[in-house]
């Protein structure tokens, strides 16, 4: 289908083609008219697939989503006026998170600013310092060098977002009236394509290197942990020789993609590092880190407090570091410099830290505890989720207790690809970041999220409803805000439940029944299993808790493992 | 109820102290913890309503709503991370429309950033130059100088936010850890009030309303336009002295507290403008406009094109003329301009452009239109719904169709007071917006919007379910953006349904049904009334619509006012 030419159609559609060719292929948009040339280039360039979402943040999510699942820079595009304010959550993650996310606002031409002109305000640098790059591309005009330009930003903006370091850009693109239609006027513009901007790695300095591998080399007691990382390259194979070669164990999150791809990575961490003899008894003396900020609060203390010699190892040279612990930072793509420490490292002399010994007693105290259950807790939900996906599956963990819940009790399970907004760690927009996910890969997909989650991101449950998305939901309705149980204010002002706990009362099931999703209310853990097991479709798992019993159940998984650890290693 | 002592809750009660003293009365807030203090403070404060709202978009668009209903400065609080970012559509309607919303972000302290500390971003000037003011407060210090400092930033703040011109304002409001609780190190600091800053108006200046006076004395043929104003104040008998010392007659839009106050009133100048002989017979030589920006576009550009001899009255020099079609712009309070218009213009000789009778020949010819409709049309559920509000109530116009409808056909009605977020024209937070209006002030509120906004702000009617909400929300559901239908595009892409008509296909009735509210589906207009009759709770009237048959019973409208208007005046 090629729309009617006009001046706007021929610039939108070269903005579109540039924007493929540097590597686009999924575009977001939502209902508007200002925003039209860009809707129709993008409907009819063929290596674009296009996803209409009714509301902006959900849209923007799903960009998100998608960005990060497939690593390529992902569109979403809104009509003018408070449209392009709704993205502003997705950006700050994906600047937080290095996602390379490209928001496109229409806008109305200069001479309506300023005066009041309907649905018109100051689109410029919109998202202010939260965005690797702004141009605003200017009403177009027939002249060529007009067009070349306009190429040529839509190239840089996508090599900004590519980075390093990744994330998000903002173009503003305004266009006058007609916005669709023949104009009648179009002269003949030579169009050809921008530069083509290769995206470069970053590169660790070989001095640094030496300096970290000789430390290292005198040091047997380290470890080797690896936070939040998206990329779905070979950490896995270049953490195994470092670990090799260092004989330091391997502690990853569940989001690291690491976990679950190298078999004697340690998964039980977090409740291992409670048990006070353990944590003291495995005190490293050297630490090498990966990945974005930790999700468990208990290793990162315990990282901190240990003194060791810390190399953080940054892919774009941001530093995940905030007590300022790291000895050295080597700023350098995490798979070369892995392997280059690999190659560098004698093996240090004397033993290990027992890790391995350590994970082996709290896996099988786990496995006696959850054995124990009927009911499926929240730990065992998250559990019970990763060991019905299998390997190749993806899966959304949304932030405050399901990323924990996953990272602390999921234990081993097949080689899935767990993802997170872990940039500001917001609970919002999770089921449109899953839902991009699903959409730009042919993965299959669940999310796993608390109530809140669910309720703040209605608009992503509506957009995978319309676009019959292949997507299971896993809701744990402990009908409130779960993880301030957690926190001191919990017993600290009699308004604790109106305030902090807030309760939502209402019947989540109606949610999806709205979305028209296949409804699961398992009550029991064979029945959990049985919904897990079900693909095609969009489904909702909904699987009711209460919030004391969680923190309960918690502390009795916790003391669980420590029973199982004893007064060792 | 008094929290524990310690220096965050002595800082945010003096800040909640301050803000309440400079006319606070609502304070939205959301879950979460780095907030602690703020939340706290708020709930302990007597003068200070607390509501509850999940997702933040629409908390702070119930701010706006109750900031908008009220005149008074209202509150939304968010935790630290993108939670502030979710503000950001509403503080964006709130700059354009001069309302005083105060925005307040908890963060952690300075020594958290840039290290990758976990939910810690850059939250200074979040809102870039769309705030009046921002400020950053720095965590709590045990010192007199910051307490005062404090204070009297909030007081400024405040200042800031009621103008003129009015609008949004952000506060940055950093905290240490404890939270909560004592922290048993809290020094005698004396607190007492920062300064009071009253709220000046704009005062028109005296030569320039002399000139205004003796050009409009020279013309008989003239009109006094009203766009949209909140203030409930005096403009109906302002405007009403000043029609009757010029001889005008009055335009006054739905959104502009004149038209349904002021019975003489001029009801149906769109349709009446839209039959180009009455449009041509009716043409003025002077102009005297009130409010923000039409929502009639055959009004404006009546007036664009009219060569007019144009005063533009601006309570706070913002200038709503994108035509740039102004001869004079009176800078000043509307009310106290009007009135001093009124004094010193002399009533030119002549006669008066014919406007009532054209005004009465419309309602005629409309009056038998509806008479003949058997299914409620989206006009008549905008003519319905107003007939069907007492005297003192109140309702919310969705932009997009509501707003067109509501002007352009809803006639004459009972003094029901309508507000509409006409600032940037978006159709998001809408529920939310009229549930703040409601949750505000006592009166009976109603809201008209469509099924997109209604799917937009899904938050916005959890938020109502959840705070027992005496609101009535009228959807009009015609299954996509049915605004679309009227632009050119809609005949020029054969992919127009997917792309802009976008059909939801979601049954709203679960939405009632997730929001417990009262459904209403009226196929008729006796049901209809019989729903919108109804009060008490959270009711939905859900009203089906065909976007095509819409079209055509707009088009059929305009032709029964165009042909009771016959070549006449």
């Avoid at 998170?97 to 600013?113: G, I, N, Q, S, Y």
């Avoid at 105290?365 to 009911?375: C, D, K, N, S």
């Avoid at 796993?448 to 669910?454: F, H, N, P, Q, T």
């Avoid at 919904?531 to 309960?552: C, K, P, Q, W, Y």
């Amino acid at each position: 289908m090629k729309e009617p030419d006009n001046l706007n159609a021929l610039f939108a559609r070269a903005l579109v083609d540039e924007l493929c060719a540097a590597g686009a292929r999924e575009a977001v948009i939502s209902p508007g008219s200002r925003s039209t040339p860009l809707v129709l280039a993008c409907a009819e360039e063929k290596r674009m697939k296009l996803r209409v979402v009714l509301d902006e943040r959900s849209a923007a999510f799903v960009a998100l989503g998608a960005a990060k699942a497939t690593g390529r820079p992902a569109l979403a595009l809104a009509t003018s006026g408070t449209a392009g304010a709704h993205f502003f959550p997705a950006i700050l993650e994906a600047e937080a998170a290095r996602v390379p996310l490209v928001a496109l606002t229409a806008d109305r031409p200069l001479e309506l600013h300023g005066f009041g002109a309907p649905q018109t305000m100051d689109q410029q640098h919109l998202f202010g310092t939260h965005v690797r790059f702004f141009a605003d591309l200017g009403a177009p005009e027939p002249l060529e060098a007009r067009l070349r330009h306009l190429r040529a930003v839509a190239a840089l903006a996508c090599s900004r977002a590519l980075g390093p370091p990744r994330g998000p850009v903002h173009l503003n693109v305004p266009y006058r009236e007609p916005l669709s239609g023949a104009d009648g006027a179009l002269p003949a513009l030579r169009d050809r394509p921008a530069p083509r901007i290769a995206t470069p790695r970053l590169s660790a300095d070989d001095a640094a290197l030496d300096e970290a591998a000789r430390e290292i080399s005198a040091r047997p007691r380290g470890v080797i942990v690896c936070g939040p990382r998206d990329a779905d390259d070979d950490l896995p194979d270049a953490v195994r020789a470092l670990s090799r070669s260092t004989g330091y164990p391997i502690l990853a999150e569940a989001a690291s993609q690491v976990r679950f791809r190298v078999p004697e990575a340690v998964a039980h961490y977090d409740a291992i590092l409670k048990h006070r003899p353990s944590a003291e008894a495995l005190r490293p003396e050297a630490v090498i880190r990966f990945g974005a900020g930790l999700t468990s609060k208990t290793l990162q203390q315990w990282l901190d407090a240990s003194g060791a010699y810390t190399v953080l190892v940054s892919d774009d040279s941001a530093l995940f570091d905030p007590a300022h612990a790291a000895s050295l930072v080597l700023a350098g793509d995490a798979v070369a410099t892995a392997f280059a420490l690999a190659d560098r490292v004698v093996r240090p002399a004397g033993a290990s830290l027992p890790f391995a010994d350590a994970d082996q007693r709290a896996r099988s105290g786990l496995e006696a505890a959850f054995a124990r259950e009927e009911e499926p807790s929240e730990p065992a939900v998250a559990r019970e989720l990763l060991a019905a996906l299998p390997a190749g599956s993806q899966l959304f963990v949304s932030s405050s207790m399901p990323v924990r819940d996953v990272d602390a009790w999921a234990g081993r399970a097949a080689a899935v690809r767990v993802l997170a907004n872990r940039g500001v760690n917001g609970i919002d927009g999770i089921v449109a970041s899953a839902l991009g996910a699903a959409l730009a890969t042919s993965r299959r997909t669940a999310v796993l999220l608390g109530d809140l989650a669910l309720l703040h991101d209605l608009g992503g449950l509506v957009a995978a409803a319309r676009l019959g998305a292949e997507l299971t939901l896993v809701v744990v309705d402990n009908d409130g805000g779960g993880i301030f149980s957690f926190l001191p204010i919990a017993s600290q002002t009699p308004r604790f439940e109106e305030l902090f706990g807030t309760p939502h009362g209402l019947d989540l099931a109606r949610a999806a029944a709205l979305a028209g999703a296949r409804l699961h209310s398992p009550r029991t853990l064979p029945e959990l299993r049985a919904a897990l097991r079900e693909t095609g479709g969009l489904h909702f798992v909904h699987v009711r808790s209460d919030r004391a019993r969680n923190v309960e159940r918690h502390r009795a998984l916790e003391a669980a493992v420590a029973s199982a650890l004893g007064s060792a290693p």
